[in-house]
């Protein structure tokens, strides 16, 4: 851990933080790398200052521009399903929906190169600040309709969505690297979570379909 990160971390009480890791710990989240780095992500600091004194209760809360930093149980629950589908070998990874940057710092403790694009500008410059505040320096960013991907840094080992389409975008699945994992969620007021694996190098990929989730929804375009 970067020194930063240990600083932002010292600003919360530890008993804060191991009382959200042990709730995550009791919905099912078992994978260890992904707890502990939870436990040492400093979240208050990815809230504004009125909100950040409510960091580390487990559900999503307002980040401006009507969206929201996700419930710290769901960026376990993909974290780890990303992790354990991709078998180690996650390389490079991106995300459609940087938002406050709060699952980017978690995704960039793990993986080596992380892309992460945002179609809001404002969250996108607020949250590359937050990150290089915290010492993070593997991640790169685009203003972006996540809907097209980021081709020219593709292909990725993993692609995670934190916003959520009624149908998963083609542009995605061909950025998958060959045995690439994807995690989504897809719906409108239904949603679910959805596991996609390309097999091998073929156009062939495997859905699992995993639990109910609620997720802003994945729009088009970009917005200044
Ligand atoms: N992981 C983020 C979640 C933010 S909410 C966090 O915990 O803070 C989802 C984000 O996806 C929003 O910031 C929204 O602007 C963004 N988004 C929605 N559709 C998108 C698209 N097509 N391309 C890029 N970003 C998108």
């Given at each position: 851990?970067?020194?930063?990160?240990?600083?932002?971390?010292?600003?919360?009480?530890?008993?804060?933080?191991?009382?959200?890791?042990q709730r995550l710990r009791d919905q099912g989240v078992t994978n260890l790398r992904v707890l502990d780095v939870m436990l040492n992500t400093p979240r208050h600091i990815f809230l504004d200052e009125a909100l950040s004194h409510r960091a580390y209760e487990d559900t999503a809360l307002p980040i401006g521009h009507g969206q929201t930093i996700s419930q710290p149980y769901i960026v376990a629950r993909m974290t780890e399903v990303l992790l354990g589908a991709a078998g180690g070998n996650l390389q490079k990874v991106?995300?459609?929906?940087?938002?406050?940057?709060?699952?980017?710092?978690?995704?960039?403790?793990?993986?080596?190169?992380?892309?992460?694009v945002e179609r809001i500008k404002p969250l996108q410059d607020k949250a590359r600040d937050r990150?290089?505040?915290?010492?993070?320096?593997?991640?790169?960013?685009?203003?972006?309709?996540?809907?097209?991907g980021w081709p020219e840094a593709g292909p990725y080992d993993g692609i995670i969505s934190t916003a959520a389409p009624q149908a998963i975008p083609?542009?995605?699945?061909?950025?998958?690297?060959?045995?690439?994992?994807?995690?989504?969620?897809v719906g409108g007021r239904e949603q679910h979570l959805h596991l996609v694996i390309r097999e091998d190098e073929s156009d062939h990929f495997v859905t699992r379909i995993l639990e109910p989730?609620?997720?802003?929804?994945?729009?088009?375009?970009?917005?200044?």
């Open positions: 851990m970067t020194d930063l990160l240990m600083q932002g971390v010292g600003m919360t009480s530890l008993r804060t933080r191991e009382r959200l890791i991106l995300e459609v929906g940087t938002g406050s940057g709060y699952q980017t710092s978690v995704l960039a403790q793990l993986v080596p190169h992380v892309y992460s990150l290089r505040q915290i010492g993070l320096r593997n991640v790169q960013m685009r203003h972006a309709d996540g809907g097209f083609d542009e995605l699945l061909k950025q998958l690297a060959p045995n690439g994992v994807l995690v989504i969620p989730v609620k997720f802003v929804p994945f729009l088009s375009g970009t917005s200044r």
